[in-house]
């Protein structure tokens, strides 16, 4: 199974809503990033937190982390119809590798 | 635009054959990274080269292997096709830290 699991699978929601998702993850880290994919387009990198940090904003988003409970969110503030996508939280450990969670869909509606 | 090319698109092929997944990665960025995004498995990591040298290797199939040449372009190349093997392959690259870019992926149908 996928380090990172997202929570919810799929959301919508309204324009000017706040969105939140969730990740869990099952083993240590040296950092944890959120990615973005339009549909059927390349992922694009969001923020990234370090295993150190427990929380980090980007503009309209703000990530958390807390390792005791393994879990990361990123939340997008004052959401608009261009942030329709799929999120994805990706796990990076020692190994240099980024293992991805299986994402969630979010729709903004207009 | 990442700056990560990969060629083509598209591609539909038949059951049995081998293509070739192309993919040029940012300016300067010596490791490359393959996953295959499918709806039944999501994103999984494939490969990764470093300077010409494989680095990592995840859920990489034995049909399936990969290269990166002295100019940093890597190939990706699937063989003995099966309808399975029909997904997004993307390519990413990074200059060695954490983050990765990816290119906008080949979709493979394989009928």
């Known amino acids: 199974s996928q380090q990172g699991e997202e929570d919810p699978q799929a959301l919508s929601i309204q324009e000017g809503e706040n969105a939140t998702m969730n990740c869990s993850y099952k083993t240590s880290i040296n950092n944890l990033q959120w990615y973005r994919q339009n549909s059927g387009r390349g992922l694009v990198h969001l923020i990234l937190i370090r295993s150190n940090e427990r929380e980090k904003h980007s503009g309209r988003l703000r990530v958390t982390l807390d390792t005791s409970k393994k879990s990361s969110s990123l939340l997008i503030t004052a959401s608009r119809a261009a942030d329709t996508a799929s999120y994805f939280c990706a796990i990076y450990n020692a190994g240099n590798m980024l293992t991805f969670g299986g994402g969630t869909r979010l729709m903004v509606k207009p | 635009d990442s700056g990560v090319t990969q060629t083509p698109k598209h591609l539909i092929t038949a059951t049995g054959q081998r293509v070739t997944l192309r993919c040029s990665p940012r300016?300067?960025?010596?490791?490359v990274y393959w996953y295959q995004q499918s709806l039944d498995q999501g994103l999984q990591f494939l490969i990764q080269?470093?300077?010409?040298?494989?680095?990592a290797k995840g859920n990489i199939l034995e049909r399936f292997s990969a290269q990166q040449f002295p100019d940093l372009h890597s190939e990706l190349n699937l063989s003995s096709l099966e309808l399975g093997d029909s997904a997004l392959y993307f390519c990413?690259?990074?200059?060695?830290?954490?983050?990765?870019?990816f290119g906008a992926g080949t979709r493979l149908s394989v009928l």
């Open positions: 080269y470093y300077n010409g040298e494989e680095r």
């Open positions: 990413a690259s990074s200059a060695g830290g954490d983050i990765q870019y």
């Open positions: 300016s300067g960025d010596l490791s």
